[in-house]
């Protein structure tokens, strides 16, 4: 086994000297004198110009990111400055300037007021120190520059843009025998259902006995090494086992060619947030209700087995029907994202200002990347509600502005601003539900399900 890729940020200068915070793993901190902050610096009158929540970091070993977060006196990439607020801004007036990343590399230094970080990584030769040539798993093109000392699997940008032509090429394979592509050798796609950034899921019918399920493809932004597959399935292997009317089951899955793929429960509704289209926007309070009671079901009966699931929005939330025709809620997705970003396949995504879902993150989440807790869940699904009912997002993000920095500073507002039609004791569970200071408003999903139905 390959010994893993480390970044380590050791303080040179400033109080802390000597101090060291080694990150083996995928992972997001912000640094700071807030309380909350990992690695914190000194709240005392020597680190007056370090912000609260003064810049964010994203790693995932071997390589690692910084972002100032609109700070009052600016980070410092090797004496050159990357972001900083004007000095007659509000930290919430700094969240409109564009304070762009930076890539760090082996010896880079991180100033941030008196305190100086420096950075090591240590990465394992690809190979095990024997250079071969990258190339793409799917059409064989070179891409060392794009996998640089990663090992492992990898589909280059190219085949990544289009997953359709990857899942049919995946078939073909399978049809010709290829052992570790048997549980979907007999389906054939009948068309694609949605996309995103890891992937897209389609419509397929199985050949023998005309069932349909939906068929899903991960493509890792990152070469895929045997490590982080195993890792992956190892943890998306939880998810099989969570068995409920409200959850999408997850039947087969497995890795070919730089590519996950499962096959899934498919629900012919699609998801919440196309209803939601359909019906101009919004829906009334009486039919989103029980929808959500029923996503509390799932995600509550998930949660008591120990699975979070770390990525909710509407179109995770899909639509089936009972034997009445009465809509029946889904979760999806359980565990698969979050499991996909900890094993470092998504690559380094979460800072940039469209990545991930920052409309339904609580700012735990933020904080505190891994030790997401059943909490960050009720938290999502009752902003999901909140957007639903209203047509508006519980914090508002202005064009330009740093989304993560509104997470970590905004409170969401209370939703009866937006619409104050909406029943009074309704509107007083969701904003309970949707504090953050000091502690979410519902801790589990029972509490807030049991809320909402009374």
């Known amino acids: 086994m390959t010994r893993p890729a480390t970044v380590t940020l050791r303080v040179v200068k400033g109080r802390k000297e000597g101090t060291e915070h080694v990150f083996a793993e995928r992972t997001t901190c912000v640094l700071g004198r807030a309380a909350d902050c990992d690695p914190r610096l000194p709240d005392d009158e020597h680190h007056r110009t370090v912000s609260r929540h003064h810049c964010l970091l994203d790693i995932n070993p071997p390589d690692a990111r910084v972002r100032d977060l609109g700070s009052l006196n600016g980070t410092y990439v090797n ?18 300037e564009s304070h762009p990343e930076h890539d760090l590399t082996d010896g880079d230094e991180i100033r941030i007021g008196e305190t100086v970080f420096r950075v090591a990584i240590d990465a394992p ?7 071969r040539l ?7 093109r070179k891409v060392d520059d794009e996998v640089g000392e990663r090992a492992g699997e990898y589909v280059c940008a190219a085949c ?20 570790d592509l048997a549980v979907i050798s007999d389906y054939e796609p009948l068309r694609e259902l949605g996309r995103g950034g ?53 039947r087969d899955s497995g890795f070919a060619d730089g590519t996950f793929f499962f096959t899934l429960e498919y629900c012919p509704g699609g998801g919440l947030d196309g209803m939601v289209r359909r019906r101009g926007g919004r829906l009334p309070v009486e039919e989103a209700v029980p929808i959500f009671l029923q996503a509390l079901d799932g995600l509550a009966h998930a949660h008591e087995q120990g699975v979070v699931h770390r990525d909710l929005s509407p179109s995770n939330i899909l639509l089936s029907e009972n034997e009445v025709g009465s809509p029946v809620a889904k979760v999806a997705d359980f565990g698969l994202a979050k499991a996909f970003d900890q094993a470092g ?11 991930g879902k920052p409309w339904y993150i609580p700012r735990q989440q933020v904080i505190n990347f891994r030790a997401a807790s059943p909490a960050v869940d009720t938290w999502a699904l009752a902003a ?26 905004t409170p969401a507002t209370p939703i009866r601003r937006h619409d104050p039609g909406i029943p009074r004791a309704l509107a007083e569970v969701i904003d309970h539900a949707l504090q953050e200071r000091p502690a979410i ?14």
């Open 198 to 250: 890891m992937g897209a899921v389609h419509l397929a019918r199985h050949r023998r006995t005309g069932e349909e399920v939906a068929l899903k493809v991960m493509l890792p932004k990152v070469a895929a090494s045997t490590d982080a597959c195993a890792r992956f399935l190892r943890e998306i292997g939880l998810t099989r086992a969570l068995r409920h009317p409200n959850i999408v089951s997850l």
């Open 384 to 409: 999901c509600l909140y957007q639903v009912i209203s047509g508006h997002w519980p914090r508002e993000f202005p064009r330009g502005k740093d989304p993560w920095r509104v997470v970590l500073e």
């Open 79 to 96: 004496g050159t400055k990357i972001g900083q607020r004007q000095a007659h801004q509000t930290p919430t007036e700094g969240m409109a």
């Open 345 to 355: 396949l998504s690559g380094l995504t979460r800072t940039g200002t469209a990545a």
């Open 134 to 140: 990258a190339r793409c798993a799917q059409c064989g």
């Open 441 to 454: 408003g519902f801790q589990t999903a029972a509490e807030l399900r049991d809320a909402l139905s009374s």
């Open 125 to 131: 030769a690809r190979d095990g120190g024997t250079r």
């Open 160 to 179: 990544q843009s289009d997953p359709s032509a990857v899942l049919r090429v995946l078939l073909e394979v399978a049809r010709n025998g290829r052992t």
